[in-house]
């Protein structure tokens, strides 16, 4: 199959009307190799092998994804990412110790324990996810090149955290109503202050939209007893995709993606299966079964001139120079 | 772009450029061919990189070969690796025998790797969740400072008596019966007499000892009681309850940081295998307690056998609400925090035969336990 797709690629930049996709090319057994090598080593180190088993495999997945002829690569390093290791392994320990200070409590003194659990959770809401969702993305988006050229990231968290404060408190009041909100126009946020060289990232989706994709997903879910489930999940990845745009300075045109719902329908539901009986050993296969049809699913826009992208001044250097970047680097979904 | 072909690209723009290379000693001699006017004479453009300063990337199928030179930006070629054997041979050989390891992976898992790959994982968990886990578990807990122990003594302690009512009065016989023994070493005890049919008798951290009404009423004669407490007090002593409160919590922290985003599903799987090995470690707490107790009377001039007889008649007690349906669940907690095996009291008779007691009478510990066991007025 990777022939016929090379066969089809000319040298020369020709602004032809050739549909083109994002290819991955993971194997399940390599993966599962990755894996289990990452396993054993960190089981041996204790689990300070943590960081580096990740940049392992991020530059596994990266390797494998292609845009126009050429693989993406990841360049973070274990040791820039034990800091942030370092920094949540203790707000995981800060978390047991309150825990069990709090629990010795409960029985003479209830109020206690609730009011460490609320200062934890306000802590986690307002602090620990917008910084660690901020850092986290700045982080890979740095230490990810095409060709030669890096993502680059320009927001600034004080900006950032504005935004996410206005639409937490709304999430916050509307009883969770404002989650669509908060999640889109994170997702907004974070796209449209993030460049390939000189391509600009940008994402237009309505929080309104998702919110009823959700609503509608929710609600056909848990009457068919999970079975609308990859439709839903299809609709979700639908909005992701299609919302999202790729400008060169002259042309902005929107990424568009072909998964189907039956396509989610089968590989869901085969994955569903192989975890089943393989006792979750199946897990790396079906994750890039996952990878796979996602990945594959996304067509990119063909009248955008990919050949002369230009790497911006300092894109990496400032991203180095930053220490920030290196702290946090956490996988969340926004 | 033509998979055959090697592409140089210079860090500056996404422009592929076709390129042919030489290895000339430790560089790596990169000229870029110019489709349009290639003329021999006219000199091509020209790189040269230091080898030792080049990182590769490749991908599984080895169509894509990807080798990085300088700090930013990067400047890199691509070309396909299976048609460069002796380029991809120099860079792997380059690469540590870790990051060769991991390529080596990439290029090519066959299914006996998988094999040898699920058993190491699965003799690996098993290792951890059995040794390595409880080893852990128990050195953190021995770091938690006693008034803190003492709170969560209290705390549980608070938990238990939901049971049935606080009777105060045959608490403090209890105490005055305990310090008589002086079993336990280190903490202040406190007693607690609980007026309820569980039976069953538990130590919680801190010095904290409860014995319910339902274990007493089996009890018939006062060595049976030292042997019960003296098993306890045990438990105390060797900080058992903070032990398997820290040998869970290590289980869940460790495994937690380990299999992270890795895998979830199996996550849940191995802690459910850390809990059934909570139990053989529990198991173990228990016999080490049997063993002291019978120390303990020994020591104190009383009969080792009365533990024996304890367990004997808890047993019995078992077997015969097993064939009376009638029980309530509850009445025999004892037998579960406390799982009695044949095996168990052979051990632990041969043990107490090894020491030939010569059994003495306790008039002050008789009259207490009498005191103890007379009917209490609500
Ligand atoms: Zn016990």
Same mark, same amino acid.
């Given at each position: 199959?990777?022939?016929?797709?090379?066969?089809? /690629?000319?040298?020369?930049?020709?602004?032809?009307? /050739?549909?083109?996709?994002?290819?991955?090319?993971? +194997?399940?057994?390599? *993966? *599962?190799?990755?894996?289990?090598?990452?396993?054993?080593?960190?089981?041996?180190?204790?689990?300070?092998?943590?960081?580096?088993?990740?940049?392992?495999?991020?530059?596994?997945?990266?390797?494998?994804?292609?845009? /126009?002829?050429?693989? *993406?690569?990841f360049h973070g390093t274990g040791k820039e990412m034990f800091k942030g290791f370092i920094i949540s392994y203790f707000f995981i320990l800060l978390f047991y110790i309150g825990y069990f200070a709090s629990i010795s409590q409960t029985m003479e003194n209830p109020i206690v324990f609730f009011v460490v659990l609320i200062v934890f959770f306000v802590f986690l809401v307002f602090g620990f996810y917008p910084f660690a969702i901020f850092f986290g993305w700045k982080y890979r988006v740095s230490r990810t090149s095409w060709r030669g050229i890096f993502f680059h990231f320009t927001g600034d968290f004080k900006s950032f955290y504005k935004m996410y404060i206005k639409y937490l408190g709304i999430t916050i009041l509307s009883f969770g109503i404002g989650s669509s909100w908060l999640s889109t126009n994170t997702q907004k946020y974070l796209f449209s202050h993030t460049q390939l060289g000189s391509l600009k990232?940008? *994402?237009?989706?309505?929080?309104?939209?998702?919110?009823?994709?959700?609503?509608?997903? !929710?609600?056909?879910?848990?009457?068919?007893?999970?079975?609308?489930?990859?439709?839903?999940? +299809?609709?979700?990845?639908h909005?992701?995709?299609?919302?999202?745009?790729?400008?060169?300075?002259?042309?902005?045109?929107?990424?568009?993606?072909?998964? %189907?719902?039956?396509?989610? =329908?089968?590989? #869901?539901?085969?994955? =569903?299966?192989?975890?089943? !009986?393989?006792?979750? #050993?199946? =897990?790396?296969? %079906?994750?890039?079964?996952?990878?796979?049809?996602?990945?594959?699913?996304? /067509?990119?826009?063909?009248?955008?001139?990919?050949?002369?992208?230009?790497?911006?001044?300092?894109?990496?250097?400032?991203?180095?120079?930053?220490?920030?970047?290196?702290?946090?680097?956490?996988?969340?979904?926004? | 772009m033509n998979s055959s072909s090697i592409y140089y690209f210079d860090g500056k723009t996404s422009a592929p450029k076709s390129a042919k290379f030489e290895i000339k000693r430790d560089e790596l001699w990169i000229y870029i061919v110019n489709n349009d006017n290639f003329t021999e004479e006219k000199d091509n453009e020209l790189y040269v990189w230091d080898i030792?300063?080049?990182?590769?990337?490749?991908?599984?199928?080895?169509?894509?070969?990807?080798?990085?030179?300088?700090?930013?930006?990067?400047?890199?070629?691509? !070309?396909?690796?299976?048609?460069?054997?002796? #380029?991809?041979? #120099?860079?792997?050989?380059?690469?540590?025998r870790l990051n060769s390891l991991y390529t080596k992976i990439v290029h090519g898992t066959r299914g006996w790797h998988i094999l040898v790959g699920v058993i190491i994982i699965l003799c690996s968990s098993w290792l951890y969740i059995r040794y390595l886990s409880p080893w852990v578990g128990e050195k953190l807990s021995l770091l938690v400072p006693k008034h803190l122990e003492e709170r969560l003594g209290n705390a549980s302690v608070n938990g238990i008596l939901n049971f049935g009512p606080l009777d105060s009065l045959k608490s403090n016989q209890l105490k005055l019966f305990m310090d008589e023994l002086n079993l336990v070493k280190d903490y202040d005890v406190k007693a607690y007499y609980v007026n309820s049919e569980v039976v069953n008798a538990l130590a919680a951290p801190g010095g904290h000892i409860v014995v319910f009404d339902g274990i007493m009423e089996k009890i018939d004669c006062y060595d049976q009681l030292v042997a019960l407490l003296a098993h306890e007090a045990a438990h105390v002593n060797n900080r058992h309850s903070l032990k398997s409160i820290g040998r869970s919590v290590s289980a869940y922290l460790i495994l937690s940081a380990i299999t992270g985003d890795v895998a979830g599903s199996s996550g849940v799987l191995l802690e459910q295998a850390a809990q059934l090995n909570q139990l053989s470690y529990a198991r173990k707490d228990e016999t080490q307690s049997d063993e002291i107790a019978i120390l303990e009377l020994h020591k104190l001039g009383l009969d080792p056998s009365a533990m024996m007889n304890l367990l004997d008649k808890l047993?019995?007690?078992?077997?015969?609400?097993?064939?009376?349906?009638? %029980?309530?669940?509850?009445?025999?907690?004892?037998?579960?925090?406390?799982?009695?095996? $044949?095996?168990?009291?052979?051990?632990?008779?041969? +043990?107490?035969?090894?020491?030939?007691?010569?059994?003495?009478?306790?008039?002050?510990?008789?009259?207490?336990?009498?005191?103890?066991?007379? $009917?209490?007025?609500?």
């Open positions: 199959m990777e022939e016929i797709l090379n066969q089809n /690629e000319s040298v020369e930049f020709a602004p032809n009307q /050739e549909r083109k996709f994002i290819r991955f090319f993971g +194997k399940g057994s390599s *993966f *599962f190799g990755i894996l289990i090598l990452n396993f054993i080593l960190t089981v041996v180190s204790l689990g300070l092998y943590y960081p580096w088993a990740k940049a392992k495999l991020r530059q596994y997945l990266w390797n494998e994804t292609e845009l /126009e002829g050429s693989r *993406f690569c990232l940008d *994402f237009h989706g309505d929080g309104g939209d998702l919110f009823i994709t959700r609503l509608g997903g !929710f609600f056909l879910s848990y009457i068919t007893l999970g079975f609308y489930l990859p439709v839903f999940i +299809k609709n979700l990845f909005f992701r995709i299609n919302h999202t745009t790729i400008s060169d300075g002259k042309i902005q045109r929107a990424l568009k993606t072909e998964l %189907t719902g039956k396509q989610s =329908f089968n590989v #869901l539901f085969v994955n =569903f299966l192989l975890l089943i !009986f393989s006792l979750g #050993l199946a =897990f790396p296969f %079906t994750q890039i079964r996952s990878y796979r049809l996602l990945l594959n699913s996304i /067509e990119i826009p063909s009248d955008i001139d990919y050949d002369h992208i230009d790497q911006q001044p300092g894109a990496y250097n400032k991203a180095t120079g930053d220490e920030m970047a290196d702290i946090l680097d956490i996988d969340l979904d926004f | 030792k300063d080049c990182e590769s990337e490749s991908s599984n199928s080895q169509q894509r070969y990807t080798v990085y030179y300088g700090d930013f930006p990067k400047q890199q070629i691509q !070309f396909n690796g299976s048609e460069y054997p002796e #380029l991809v041979a #120099l860079f792997l050989r380059k690469k540590g047993e019995q007690q078992e077997k015969l609400d097993s064939n009376l349906v009638l %029980t309530s669940l509850n009445e025999m907690e004892f037998l579960k925090t406390h799982p009695i095996t $044949k095996n168990r009291i052979e051990n632990l008779r041969s +043990k107490s035969e090894r020491l030939n007691t010569v059994a003495e009478y306790h008039p002050k510990l008789d009259s207490l336990y009498h005191l103890l066991k007379m $009917k209490s007025i609500y």
